[in-house]
């Protein structure tokens, strides 16, 4: 049974950072791992993701140079540091996991099987 865990959320000012931790319990394999951020009133859309416990994350043009996932593999726990915040990311994040190889980036949302509860992360100006 696969469970994905999230923390790390908060709140902080324009400019701040964060970083998100997901902990990740049950047999993975060499799942795709994602994050993924959900806005009030906007759809859920990814953030970044990495393929297996070495690839290459892939970003979305949102965050790309301000955000950075990393992994320590031995605790099985996905990392999302995001610097430079502004109050456009403000959101709900996710975590995920999807059989589905992404080493060539972000998978849809939909190819996803497992979910967080997601964690807040709320920047003021």
């Known amino acids: 049974h696969v469970q994905l865990v999230e923390s790390g959320g908060g709140s902080v000012q324009s400019g701040g950072s964060l970083r998100l931790s997901c902990a990740i319990s049950?047999?993975?394999?060499?799942?795709?791992k994602a994050w993924f951020r959900q806005a009030p009133g906007k759809i859920r859309e990814g953030v970044g993701s990495?393929?297996?416990?070495?690839?290459?994350?892939h970003y979305a043009d949102s965050v790309q140079g301000r955000f950075t996932i990393s992994q320590d593999n031995a605790k099985n726990t996905l990392f999302l540091q995001m610097d430079s915040l502004t109050p456009e990311d403000t959101a709900v994040y996710y975590c995920?996991?999807?059989?589905?190889?992404?080493?060539?980036?972000?998978?849809?949302?939909?190819?996803?099987?497992?979910w967080g509860q997601g964690t807040q992360v709320t920047v003021s100006t």
């Open positions: 995920a996991l999807s059989r589905a190889d992404c080493s060539r980036g972000l998978p849809p949302l939909k190819v996803f099987d497992y």
């Open positions: 049950g047999d993975i394999g060499p799942y795709c």
């Open positions: 990495v393929y297996g416990s070495f690839g290459t994350a």
